[in-house]
């Protein structure tokens, strides 16, 4: 039958599902219990962080040659998936790695693949910083400038919003590096280490969800960067950034869907205990129908992440379109499910003596990183209008 191909490629075999069983066993074990502490205090989960190292979950996409496990991109996805179940700030930690090092993979030299990749597979994190206050969706608006100065670049500048700014040890950093060379165009990436001299980090923001990841800004101040920092060609790195994207939403897809699983969970055992009126309000055809709903937005959701993780394996021509659509749709759904788990809970829903208030809080926030949902449907539309959206 026409398309059999395509399907087996993104259908998890076995081994997707052992490791989804590992993965879940040791979330259970080593991430949920700690995921409401983490929140109630703003702490970085160092808990979740020591057992995704100790199993190497918590960079399973970097390649064998690196010293890494060399999970593909729906492996990835999977490992993201099952951490978020029990805790979003957790599931962060992989997904943050990967962005992070993603510009690597996709344009790096061999020689600094060789410096990081490795330090990143034993334990070391790797961030990404692209947004600026004035620069978020309007990505080739950035200010911050690298100034060549012999086999050396001056950094300064600062990046916004980044993710576990202050733990991780790494950060790809996307700056100006020919400011005459029109919009979007003389941007460079570099790697810049959490010990050079002028690097610094500010406060950490106060946020509604996902507290226990680390937001802060990046400052630059006259830090210099050695040229065999560089990622990539001199003046190709936004073009680089948009590309790690396009592999990357996939990730905050697997993210949303797996805080919304957790969160669809425990309504259904919640439901299922739950008595009023003389029975369990799961006999009551209304919320059956609010079930049924949901599992059907997750499903949904959950297979197109598994189709764009594969056309991310693959570097498909359509990734831009697939991983758009997966960030976006199943970010939107995250969003409905844990506001319907809020609903099927009741006023116990609303408090902090359940997960759900904490996972809907969680879930807002994919549909604003890695590009707001405006912005993916943005990506679609002019991926649809120029005709480079393709079906099986």
């Not at 993104?10 to 219990?33: G, I, Q, S, W, Y």
């Not at 962080?49 to 593909?72: K, M, Q, R, T």
């Not at 919640?270 to 055809?285: L, P, S």
Request: hydrophobic fraction near 40%.
């Amino acid at each position: 039958m026409a398309g059999n191909a395509d399907f087996d490629l993104f259908r998890t075999d076995e081994m997707h599902e052992e490791l989804r069983h590992a993965v879940r066993e040791l979330v259970e074990n080593k991430v949920t219990p700690y995921a409401a502490d983490v929140d109630d205090q703003a702490r970085y989960p160092q808990e979740a962080h020591d057992a995704l190292v100790a199993s190497d979950f918590h960079a399973p996409h970097v390649p064998e040659e690196y010293d890494g496990v060399g999970a593909d991109a729906l492996a990835t996805c999977i490992v993201i998936e099952e951490v978020a179940r029990g805790c979003a700030s957790s599931s962060l930690i992989p997904a943050v790695n990967k962005l992070g090092s993603m510009p690597l993979l996709l344009g790096a030299s061999e020689e600094v693949k060789q410096a990081y990749l490795p330090r990143l597979a034993a334990g070391q994190g790797f961030s990404y910083g692209l947004s600026e206050r004035d620069a978020g969706s309007d990505t080739a608006s950035m200010k911050t400038r690298a100034v060549r100065d012999g086999d050396h670049f001056v950094l300064n500048g600062q990046k916004s919003w980044i993710t576990n700014a202050g733990v991780s040890d790494f950060y790809t950093v996307m700056a100006v590096t020919d400011p005459d060379a029109g919009r979007g165009k003389g941007i460079t990436a570099f790697v810049v280490e959490k010990t050079d001299e002028g690097f610094t980090f500010g406060e950490k923001e106060r946020k509604l969800g996902i507290k226990g990841s680390p937001t802060r800004e990046l400052l630059f101040d006259d830090v210099r960067i050695p040229e065999s920092r560089m990622v990539g060609e001199e003046g190709r790195g936004l073009q680089l950034a948009l590309q790690t994207l396009d592999h990357t939403r996939v990730t905050i897809g697997a993210q949303a869907i797996g805080i919304a699983q957790g969160a669809l969970d425990f309504a259904v055992d919640y439901v299922k205990e739950r008595q009023q009126f003389g029975k369990h309000i799961a006999d009551f055809q209304g919320i059956q129908f609010m079930l049924a709903d949901m599992a059907m937005k997750l499903e949904s959701a959950r297979q197109m992440v598994y189709v764009a993780a594969a056309k991310s394996e693959r570097q498909d021509a359509d990734l831009s379109f697939f991983g758009a659509a997966a960030k976006c749709l199943a970010s939107d759904v995250a969003m409905e499910i844990t506001t319907d788990a809020v609903q099927l809970l009741g006023g116990y829903g609303y408090t902090q003596d359940f997960p759900v208030e904490r996972m809907m809080r969680d879930a807002k926030i994919t549909q604003i990183y890695e590009g707001t949902n405006q912005v993916q449907r943005l990506v679609m539309a002019r991926k649809l209008l120029a005709g480079e959206h393709h079906t099986r």
